[in-house]
């Protein structure tokens, strides 16, 4: 089995800055992808960053110039820095892994809750 944990959400004003980590755990072989996306309330759940194992990254329109993902393969780690966080950042937050080899297939957190008061 294959596991991801994310950690780092939490409530913070307008301007502020959060950082989100994901550690992948359990039996694989390879991680290719792995990304953060959201669901706030009402809403589709929507790509916020996504990186490959080589480092290419790919940004929401929304998030743009704002939030940074890297990842640390030695570690099976994929960070989140969000600055400039605005009320529309709100919501919760799902660390997404897309695994070969054993246990192959798409993974995702339990989701962290990102809040952002105005």
């Known amino acids: 089995q294959v596991q991801l944990a994310e950690s780092g959400g939490g409530l913070v004003q307008a301007g502020g800055s959060l950082r989100l980590s994901c550690v992948v755990s359990g039996s694989f072989f390879w991680i290719n992808a792995m990304g953060w996306y959201r669901q706030a309330p009402g809403k589709q759940r929507e790509l916020v960053a996504s990186i490959t194992r080589s480092g290419a990254t790919n940004y929401g329109d929304t998030v743009k110039g704002r939030f940074t993902i890297c990842r640390d393969n030695a570690k099976n780690k994929v960070y989140l820095q969000m600055n400039s966080l605005k009320t529309e950042d709100t919501a919760v937050y799902y660390c997404?892994?897309?695994?070969?080899?054993?246990?192959?297939?798409?993974?995702w957190g339990q989701g962290t809750q990102v809040t952002v008061s105005s």
């Open positions: 997404h892994a897309d695994i070969s080899g054993t246990n192959s297939g798409d993974y």
